[in-house]
């Protein structure tokens, strides 16, 4: 989103003619300048800034009281001697690795059903979005706890089937599965964005795979799926990015701890607890830019893989 | 003008507080006062933020366990001029009492009331479970332990049947530890702000309670979580608790159960309590405010007015003021007057000065809960707890 923006004005770059277009593209230019400025006062000041100062401070002691010292690579050195750390990054793994498939998969199953015709589809098509527009709140978190809980509505329904008794908040081994769960149920953005690549398939790739005496099966990992996957790839970058930054939901689940017994320690959360519990913003901006570090090289990585599974219809390859 | 004031609590100290603003508001006109809260976990973060930024509100509750951070870099007022000028009157107040808001000559910060520390039972509970508190005066931590045992192992369940139990693990809270220390004549922390105690210490004070891990008698881990930001001993499901004697008005509320009774603290040698007087709810003010006069007189107004001391009864620790402590309301039965008896009845046990917090306090506090969830999980040994808990400690007050 980013990038659109900061491409410079089209017109700008043509070589001009006469003096006077010249100053007109000139004008233009500045133009457009102008009307980013709101853009780029707020990217320098509020992203930039604050990112450079956040890289100053990983190399210092900083507690927020007294001035930053200096501390060269500490922080760094720090972090693979603290056993926090290292559960900060299994928890948030396994949210990741196990999560943002799960969540995918669920997408586009119920993307591929609304795609087809029948009645009440805008309804139904609504109402799979709507988790996604409530679901980062804080009180569908409260509301996902109170479920969870002992005596919750889940408690008593596995109770109905035979399971044990014990709610999903006090076992570690149930709170990433529930966070898990909490982020499936929100699939309305992916899905959305699947149905419209589900619609740009030509239906005559369809027909013409009928003829060939195609099942629904065949037609799906033959045609869907690689006509798909540039809309796959980009959901699965988005929700790979998004699933690192975990935070609200295990904060208001475990009541701003990370428990029970640090299963709910993701990587930002962790950091948060180091910058604002313990004061420790060094440590914290370090971590900080590890995560940057991390979530742009699996981009990278992502990007590096498109060639080999990803087709953009028309491109001559 | 207008001050800005925050404190922790919930949503009683709050219509409390806003009962005492209105009063405030009736003598003074021309101060208005925006007041916002927090639970206490989440007020710190929120000061600390505000401190780096150098736009602490007016007036603050403040704790003692981060007093000392906040003042090394200048953050809080100095209340000396106003307390000299008198207008804050401390006539009413122990002198001892005002020492703990005085760092490096400056006063930042003045107690509201103080806190010491009671263990409180659910009667209902432990008659259910056919058990009887152990003798008040002289009982042990080893009669604590066997009580605690006597109603887990009586197997009686809730009418939602969840189990009975006699304690959660109090090895789980650092002031416990501390007073135990003080129980064994143990200074927790030295003049320089350095520990008075080791690893050794924690590993034997966290013994204290393994057999009854062991045996699973300890109110399940899991179960708490769950209830969070409840406990086993509001919802009636345990039978003791220990903590601070002002805690009773919300464990009152909160558990619904009108006849809690308060103990006094187990102890090693018999009798010998080693309590302390916790000064609690500081006031302080913002070293960058533009109204410290102002702030003065409200801070004033909240620590010594005996209407404000009837509104707020021991909800949060006795009063420190003498008027207000006579203004509680103290009606036979009622809380107040069962804190206050409390405070009575142990007045002679209270030996030791307050400790005071070495920076950082509020986050080595923090990592003990963290570390004895771990331990009650089984996912720690108390070796390991002491071994990581110092760590923390070493980078937290260094």
């Known amino acids: 989103m980013t990038l659109t923006a900061e491409a410079p004005p089209t017109r700008a770059a043509r070589p001009a003619r006469r003096p006077s277009s010249r100053r007109r593209s000139l004008r233009e230019a500045g133009a457009g300048y102008a009307f980013l400025t709101p853009w780029l006062l707020g990217f320098l000041l509020l992203t930039a800034g604050p990112m450079a100062a956040s890289l100053y401070l990983a190399f210092t002691d900083y507690n927020l009281f007294a001035p930053p010292q200096w501390v060269g690579l500490e922080n760094f050195t720090r972090l693979f001697s603290d056993p926090n750390y290292t559960q900060a990054w299994k928890v948030t793994a396994l949210y990741v690795v196990v999560g943002t498939p799960v969540k995918l998969l669920a997408s586009l199953l119920v993307a591929m059903l609304l795609n087809n015709a029948f009645r009440g589809k805008g309804f139904y098509r609504s109402a799979f979005y709507l988790p996604s527009l409530v679901g980062a709140s804080v009180s569908i978190a409260i509301v996902w706890k109170a479920m969870f809980i002992d005596g919750g509505v889940v408690d008593r329904g596995q109770q109905l089937l035979g399971f044990s008794a014990g709610g999903w908040v006090g076992d570690p081994n149930r709170t990433v599965p529930m966070l898990i769960l909490l982020t499936v149920w929100q699939f309305g953005a992916p899905m959305v964005i699947f149905l419209a690549g589900l619609k740009q398939v030509p239906t005559e790739l369809y027909e013409a795979a009928a003829v060939d005496g195609a099942g629904p099966v065949r037609k799906f990992f033959r045609i869907t799926l690689p006509m798909l996957s540039p809309v796959l790839f980009f959901n699965l970058l988005l929700e790979t990015i998004h699933a690192f930054q975990i935070f609200n939901s295990a904060f208001i689940i475990s009541n701003g701890t990370g428990g029970p017994a640090r299963s709910t320690l993701f990587y930002t959360f962790y950091l948060y607890i180091r910058g604002f519990q313990d004061f420790q913003m060094g440590y914290a901006s370090a971590m900080a830019w590890v995560l940057v570090l991390v979530v742009g090289a699996i981009s990278l990585v992502l990007f590096q893989t498109q060639n080999r599974w990803v087709h953009y219809s028309g491109e001559s390859k | 003008m207008t001050l800005n004031f925050t404190f922790w609590g919930n949503d009683d100290r709050a219509s409390r507080y806003q009962q005492a603003i209105d009063l405030f508001n009736e003598e003074y006109t021309d101060i208005s006062i925006t007041s916002s809260f927090a639970a206490f976990a989440d007020y710190w973060p929120a000061r600390t933020t505000e401190a780096a930024g150098r736009a602490l509100p007016d007036v603050m509750q403040f704790d003692l366990s981060y007093l000392r951070e906040f003042s090394e870099n200048g953050q809080l007022l100095d209340l000396a001029p106003y307390v000299e000028n008198e207008t804050i009157d ?136 769950s209830l969070l930001p409840k406990g086993g001993f509001t919802v009636n499901e345990v039978a003791s608790e220990m903590s601070w004697d002002n805690f009773l008005t919300q464990y009152t509320t909160d558990s619904g159960t009108d006849n809690l009774e308060m103990h006094q603290l187990p102890s090693i040698e018999p009798g010998e309590k080693a309590l302390f007087y916790k000064p609690s709810m500081l006031l302080s003010a913002g070293a960058n405010t533009e109204h410290p006069v102002e702030a003065a007189l409200f801070i004033n107004f909240l620590l010594t007015d005996p209407e404000v001391g009837t509104i707020f009864g021991t909800s949060k620790g006795v009063p420190a003021d003498e008027e207000q402590r006579a203004a509680v309301d103290v009606t036979e039965g009622s809380v107040d007057a069962k804190v206050i008896a409390y405070e009575e009845e142990v007045a002679e046990q209270v030996t030791e000065a307050t400790p005071i917090p070495v920076k950082g306090f509020g986050t080595i506090e923090a990592k003990w809960r963290t570390l004895a969830e771990e331990l009650a999980y089984g996912n720690l040994d108390p070796e390991g707890f002491a071994t990581e808990w110092f760590a923390e400690a070493e980078m937290a007050i260094s």
């Open chain 2, 90 to 225: 401390l006539s009413g107040y122990d002198e001892t009492l005002l020492e703990a808001g005085v760092l490096d000559g400056k006063t930042i910060g003045i107690p509201t009331s103080t806190n010491t520390l009671a263990m409180f039972e659910n009667p209902n509970v432990t008659q259910a479970a056919g058990a009887t508190f152990p003798d008040d005066a002289d009982y042990s931590w080893e009669d604590l332990n066997g009580f605690i045992e006597d109603v887990s192992a009586s197997g009686t369940s809730t009418a939602d049947g969840y189990q009975l139990y006699g304690s959660g693990d109090y090895t789980g809270t650092f002031w416990f530890f501390i007073q135990w220390l003080l129980q064994n004549g143990v200074t927790p922390f030295n003049e320089d702000g350095t520990l008075g105690f080791d690893e050794a210490d924690v590993v034997e004070f966290l013994g204290l309670t393994a057999d009854l891990r062991e045996a699973d008698q300890l109110y399940p881990v899991e179960r708490a979580t």
